[in-house]
């Protein structure tokens, strides 16, 4: 599983602190990090309805988004 969020995210920290606690494996990126196809690809596939990318993105097939 992959998470990728932003810096300063008190959901993607959240998220973080609750899958440290479950010991679930993860790995996470900042958005800002990962390649500018990957970042193209979360912005078009993750958005809210008012158009806002909804953070952190949980991706389960990290190769789909090459990260």
């Known amino acids: 599983m992959v998470v990728v969020g932003m810096k300063n995210c008190s959901k993607c920290e959240a998220l973080k602190k609750k899958l440290d ?4 494996e993860y790995t996470y990126y900042d958005f800002r990090e990962v390649s500018l196809a990957a970042q193209r690809k979360i912005s078009k596939n993750c958005r809210t ?19």
């Not at 309805?49 to 990260?67: H, M, S, T, W």
Request: net charge negative; charged share 35%; hydrophobic share 35%.
């Open 49 to 67: 309805p008012d158009g806002a990318i909804d953070f952190p993105v949980v991706i389960e097939d990290a190769g789909e988004y090459r990260l």
């Open 21 to 24: 606690s479950e010991n679930k």
